[in-house]
């Protein structure tokens, strides 16, 4: 049984649900950027990306050559069933932790703003 993901290997797979079909690397890095505001670099994107295809959780691809990129291809990601089967896991129980914790965190949430 491969092991579950890691917590930056979960918000890559999170992505690449979110990106759907023909995610890319910068692409990636994008929507982690915007949704978690944290500053992830391309190189660590790409290493848990390869990581996860390595894994079965991801499948990867070269695209055609487009002019915009000088004639070079795009690899392009997809999320497979075991990765999705993962992160589901994965978030089921972050849920079930979760569960029943929001007042104690607004609690200590407030004291530390105090």
């Known amino acids: 049984m491969p092991r579950s993901p890691g917590d930056f290997e979960k918000l890559v797979l999170f992505a690449l649900m979110r990106l759907g079909e023909g995610a890319y690397g910068v692409k990636v890095r994008q929507e982690i950027v915007d949704r978690?505001?944290?500053?992830?670099?391309?190189?660590s994107v790409y290493t848990a990306l390869h990581r996860l295809e390595?894994?079965?959780?991801?499948?990867?691809w070269m695209g055609e050559p487009t002019t915009e990129r000088g004639?070079?291809?795009?690899?392009?990601?997809?999320?497979?069933?075991?990765?999705?089967?993962?992160l589901?896991?994965?978030?089921?129980?972050?849920?079930?932790?979760?569960?029943?914790?929001?007042?104690?965190?607004?609690?200590?949430?407030?004291?530390?703003?105090?």
């Open 36 to 43: 978690t505001g944290r500053d992830v670099s391309i190189g």
């Open 88 to 114: 589901s896991e994965a978030y089921e129980a972050l849920r079930r932790m979760a569960e029943g914790t929001a007042a104690g965190l607004d609690a200590l949430s407030e004291a530390a703003d105090a």
């Open 54 to 60: 390595k894994r079965g959780m991801v499948r990867a």
């Open 71 to 86: 004639g070079r291809r795009k690899r392009h990601y997809r999320l497979l069933p075991a990765g999705a089967k993962a």
